[in-house]
């Protein structure tokens, strides 16, 4: 059973295109969030939800929107995308807001943008 | 500069040896350090947390903060080819979830 899934592991596209990511978790938690790795292995936070609410918004240009149905799923979609844009995006979880100290992360979408 | 630093090595060792992965940061109000294990083409996953200055031991692993001199520590006792990872350091930015990685250090043990 994979606590944090995202689908799809791998994302091939081409600039200009839209696409979207989405992640799914199965532990129960109330807050989630999307993380950006770069090529340097630089991970940065995105976005976090608590309970379906937006909790942080790290300054990500407005291509990219999450969107969050519920409290187990968080998915991320991107307009327009850019070459800048190719990285791997992982998606998390924590048990609660105050709890980020304890991430489960998914496998990662690795995103190429042609 | 950045929040947390941390040399991005590549980092190789022999199979037995003790391993030292090292991080600096600069915001004093840090109080949460994590170290996460990320195998290829995996996700990192949570190793080790502590809460302000001190050791916490696991197994093999050490995880040390000083908070004097800004400095985050992780040694790994007795190394094996299956520590074979990249190693990250993190801290927690208040309590509205915002963790902050070093870059993370690339650790091959050879056998």
């Not at chain 2, 990685?101 to 056998?111: A, N, R």
Request: net charge neutral; hydrophobic share 30%; proline share 5%.
């Amino acid at each position: 059973d994979t606590a944090v899934s995202q689908t799809p592991k791998y994302l091939v596209t081409q600039m200009g295109n839209d696409k979207s990511i989405k992640c799914e978790q199965n532990l129960g938690h109330d807050t989630m969030y999307w993380y950006k790795q770069d090529s340097k292995k630089f991970l940065k936070i995105m976005f976090s939800y608590n309970n379906k609410e937006l909790i942080i918004n790290e300054t990500v240009p407005n291509r990219f929107s999450p969107k969050s149905p519920d409290k187990a799923h968080l998915n991320l979609h991107i307009n327009s995308l850019e070459l800048g844009d190719s990285a791997v995006y992982f998606c998390a979880s924590s048990p609660r807001q105050g709890a980020a100290e304890k991430l489960f992360f998914g496998s990662g979408t690795q995103l190429s943008v042609l | 500069q950045k929040e947390v630093e941390q040399d991005p090595g590549p980092l190789s060792v022999p199979e037995g040896a003790i391993v030292s992965l090292n991080c600096t940061y600069s915001n004093s109000a840090f109080q949460y350090f994590m170290w996460y294990r990320q195998y290829s083409r995996k996700g990192p996953e949570l190793l080790m947390y502590t809460y302000s200055s001190g050791n916490k031991e696991d197994g093999r692993f050490t995880a040390q903060v000083d908070k004097s001199s800004k400095y985050i520590s992780l040694f790994i006792r007795d190394s094996q080819p299956s520590d074979s990872a990249t190693y990250l350091c993190a801290t927690l930015y208040n309590q509205g979830g915002k963790l902050i990685f070093g870059q993370g250090t690339e650790l091959s043990v050879k056998p």
